[in-house]
């Protein structure tokens, strides 16, 4: 992991799985404020925000951003604290809570990652995430290194 990354989740880990999720998301997001298209091609805008509220063309301000990520951050929270059926430690939930952020609610609802992790085989379900590291067929060096973060944080205490 990255020195710098690892600095600041260890500050903020007094704050929980949120602020652990909030500093993973923005580390491996980045910060745009217009909207452009994603590695993917989808619209984006923020810390990677999608969706049919993001106006073309529209500068969006730090605060916007900043509420775009933590309403986005707790919809992906919520998924993870609804489908999960384990328990977990905090830096578990802001592994998967970053991963669903990433892949979307309804790639983890249907995911082996989730059978396995509910099954009660944790490492198995952790190294299930580094699967996920392709866009359109290929692989991507970005979604390598923050399945390596969240993979490192899903296996702490196990």
Same mark, same amino acid.
């Given at each position: $992991? ?14 929980? +799985?949120? &602020? $652990? +999720? ?5 580390? #491996? ?8 298209? %994603? ?9 990677? #925000? ?19 990520? @933590?309403? %986005?951050?707790?919809? +992906?929270?919520? !998924?993870? @604290? ?11 939930? &802001?592994?998967?809570?970053?991963? !669903? ?5 309804? &790639?983890?609802? =249907? ?9 009660? %085989?944790? +490492?198995? &379900?952790?190294?299930? $995430?580094?699967?996920?590291?392709? !866009? %359109?067929?290929? !692989? ?10 969240? =993979? ?7």
């Amino acid at each position: $992991m990255n020195p710098e990354l690892r600095n600041r989740l260890i500050k903020v880990t007094v704050g929980g +799985a949120i &602020a $652990m +999720a909030t500093v993973l998301i923005q580390w #491996h997001e980045g910060v745009r404020y217009t909207p452009y298209r %994603d590695s993917g091609g989808v619209l984006s805008v923020c810390y990677g #925000h999608t969706g049919s509220d993001i106006v073309p063309g529209k500068r969006y301000s730090a605060a916007e951003c900043q509420s775009l990520l @933590d309403s %986005d951050l707790k919809a +992906a929270m919520s !998924v993870v @604290d609804a489908y999960v059926t384990v328990p977990l430690t905090e830096s578990q939930r &802001a592994a998967l809570a970053s991963f !669903v952020y990433n892949v979307g609610s309804g &790639a983890f609802e =249907h995911s082996t990652l989730l059978k396995k992790l509910n099954a009660g %085989d944790m +490492a198995g &379900a952790c190294e299930e $995430m580094q699967r996920w590291k392709y !866009v %359109d067929g290929k !692989v991507s060096k970005g979604l390598i290194s923050r399945r390596r973060v969240e =993979h490192e944080l899903c296996l702490k205490s196990v």
